[in-house]
């Protein structure tokens, strides 16, 4: 595993873009502060970025900000997930049935990455989830679903890898612990975020294979928790569980 980028200008331009993507349009200046990076660098550095296109100067106020070149690669990226295509009717149908919020997910090396997010038009409260948002596995209900299909031994191998936290007093740190809970969405089929990666939002979620059968996706219907009792939550798993094995008969 490379620790280190062997290139270290190309983890410069890389910090830029995701800077950038956090802070949307900035001057100068305050790039310079986030990046921590002197005036001639960082101006040189986005003067590349601008060369090719990913980056844009505002000429009013002269503040640099993301081209829309950078979502015309992530939506080119994502045309080619035939998979979303083939999900998508079931995960909107899902959302009106339930009347609640669902992302699509694919496993993207120790996290989880927002790929379809179907926002529920029944309910006024929004999910401040966005595609392309990361969430890790460890701590969401959708990286546990995917988790529980691996073997143990590759679980602990994500685990030991995992940059552990409590996000919030919910969080499992506790690998025994957390293993028991992966027991659990083995003998239920669905797994469960209990405000562990955000205080106030409840999870229920269930993986999907790809189409070789390697555990690689998961969608998860979420909603704040004053509407997600233990209740609802063992209505909605008879659903999401009919759903899932739906698309496993189609895939």
Request: proline residues 3%.
């Amino acid at each position: 595993m490379v620790t280190k980028n062997p290139i270290q200008v190309a983890d410069r331009l890389f910090l830029v873009l995701e800077t950038l993507a956090d802070t949307g349009a900035v001057s100068l200046g305050f790039l310079c502060e986030k990046l921590k990076l002197n005036k001639s660098t960082t101006h040189r550095l986005l003067s590349s970025l601008s060369y090719m296109g990913y980056v844009k100067q505002d000429p009013k106020t002269q503040k640099y900000d993301l081209s829309l070149k950078i979502l015309s690669l992530s939506n080119k990226m994502l045309s080619r997930m035939d998979i979303l295509e083939d999900l998508k009717p079931y995960l909107k149908r899902l959302s009106g049935e339930t009347g609640e919020t669902v992302h699509l997910v694919a496993l993207d090396g120790l996290d989880a990455v927002y790929i379809f997010k179907e926002e529920s038009c029944q309910n006024s409260v929004r999910m401040v989830s966005k595609v392309g948002n990361r969430v890790p596995l460890y701590c969401s209900g959708v990286g546990k679903a995917i988790c529980a299909d691996l073997p143990d031994s590759k679980i602990e191998e994500v685990w030991k890898a995992s940059n552990i936290q409590k996000l919030t007093p919910n969080t499992i740190t506790d690998y025994t612990l957390f293993m028991k809970r992966i027991e659990e969405i083995r003998k239920s089929g669905y797994a469960l975020d209990d405000e562990e990666n955000e205080i106030g939002v409840r999870c229920i979620a269930v993986s999907i294979p790809d189409y070789h059968g390697r555990s690689r996706y998961a969608f998860s219907i979420s909603a704040p928790a004053a509407r997600m009792s233990d209740e609802r939550i063992s209505e909605i798993a008879h659903i999401i569980l009919k759903v899932k094995d739906e698309i496993a008969s189609s895939l």
